[in-house]
């Protein structure tokens, strides 16, 4: 990329990809001495088909996913820039993607080869030019100069269209799609289909699409946790798990919070529902009884124009004060409801606001669980219940003594 773009190895390595097809387009038309177009006001636009057909703990998973989707469908259907008065557009994504066709026949060559070092070389090029590849789509649809906001909506609008007409052959072939995702799609094979059949499955599949889309295999699964759309944890047949979403996993998570998660999905995976509840209960009574220690509850917050700015944020801010915009700090809640530094700590925390959270955390799993989910995970009590509860303990202690 650093050959290509008119800008220094350093800032290449940092400059994300819309940027760098900014940059050699900047340079293509002041080379010729032409305007440079000015960016068209945003307007909205459909994104990428997404849908779960079949949420739960599911075996056997393939996934057929289409080769640089939005690139193929500017390219056959000639979707570009209308302001790209040069037409340096689509020239300059097919010869990249030429370039990658190259790079990758190359790396799958020395790899049978058995040249791990030419093959690793290869590889890399070709996955820098599948990023600026599959950026072209994006381009239009942010604020650079020769973006285009409707060339973008008819993108998406054909992209939505080949990837239904997808699912819908493979049902029509007998195979149970379990989840669309902009450009692939999860899908259990036939019933009574042969051993290592899938690739050939996906090759018939992919005859019926339009011209220059293909489809391509893109993996098996032993086991998919389906929870909702974007949000699945996948396991191949060597065990390693991939999770994808942010309700099964986020920055943004306290610690016990991803504990508590990452302990349900195995149990889930073993299938020992029945574990789960133990799992539930012993975290709550830690966070009843303050033994999960401030590294559990807090959370990494960081410090922006907004924190001192927004009334929702007024407890950050008050929490912050002092801080510089860029700071982070590690906050949590108090009983009384206001958030104050983890060094601060004194065994004050907020039990019903954790405990709360505990159960959200719990209730993104509910579509795997099904019908047992308010008998394995019975919700805290908060408010006046919460009170009366913590009085009628109150009265039996005073009562022993």
Do not use: H
């Not at 943004?252 to 073993?270: H, K, T, V, W, Y």
């Not at 917050?301 to 982070?328: C, H, I, P, W």
């Not at 099904?370 to 009085?391: H, I, S």
């Amino acid at each position: 990329q650093a050959q290509m773009v008119p800008d220094s190895y350093q800032n290449v390595c940092v400059t994300g990809s819309g940027e760098k097809i900014n940059s050699i387009f900047v340079r293509a038309y002041l080379e010729r001495s032409q305007a440079v177009a000015r960016q068209q006001a945003p307007v909205p636009y459909p994104g990428g088909y997404t849908e779960m057909r079949v949420s739960g703990l599911l075996r056997n998973i393939v996934k057929a996913d289409v080769e640089s989707l939005y690139p193929s469908i500017m390219l056959t259907n000639q979707i570009t820039s209308s302001t790209d008065t040069l037409y340096l557009f689509l020239p300059l994504l097919s010869e990249l993607k030429k370039r990658r066709l190259m790079a990758k026949g190359r790396s799958k060559k020395y790899d049978d080869a058995k040249n791990i070092k030419a093959s690793s070389y290869w590889d890399g090029l070709q996955n820098s030019y599948k990023l600026l590849i599959n950026s072209f789509y994006g381009y239009l649809g942010a604020p650079f100069y020769f973006n285009d906001y409707v060339a973008a909506g008819k993108v998406t609008e054909i992209g939505q269209e080949i990837v239904k007409q997808i699912a819908s052959e493979l049902e029509t072939q007998g195979a149970t799609v379990i989840e669309i995702d902009t450009d692939g799609v999860y899908f259990q094979m036939p019933e009574g289909s042969q051993p290592d059949t899938d690739e050939t499955f996906i090759e018939g599949i992919g005859k019926t699409l339009p011209e220059g889309i293909r489809l391509a295999f893109d993996g098996r699964y032993a086991v998919m946790l389906s929870l909702k759309a974007k949000n699945y944890v996948l396991v191949g047949y060597d065990g390693k798990k991939i999770f994808k979403g942010s309700s099964l996993r986020s920055r943004a998570d306290e610690r016990f919070g991803r504990r508590f998660m990452n302990a349900a999905i195995d149990l889930l995976l073993a299938e020992d529902k029945e574990s789960l509840a133990d799992c539930y209960n012993e975290i709550l009574d830690k966070i009843e009884n303050r033994e999960l220690g401030i590294e559990e509850i807090a959370r990494r917050e960081r410090v922006t124009e907004n924190t001192f700015k927004s009334e929702a944020r007024k407890r950050n801010a008050e929490a912050m004060k002092g801080l510089q915009v860029g700071d982070y700090a590690i906050l949590y809640q108090r009983e009384d409801k206001s958030l104050a530094l983890a060094a601060d700590y004194s065994a004050d925390e907020d039990i019903e606001y954790y405990q709360t959270k505990l159960y959200k955390f719990a209730e993104r799993l509910k579509a795997a669980i099904g019908d047992d989910f308010d008998r394995l995970f019975p919700k805290p009590l908060t408010g006046a219940k919460r009170k009366a509860k913590e009085d009628a303990k109150q009265q039996m202690t005073l009562f022993d003594l």
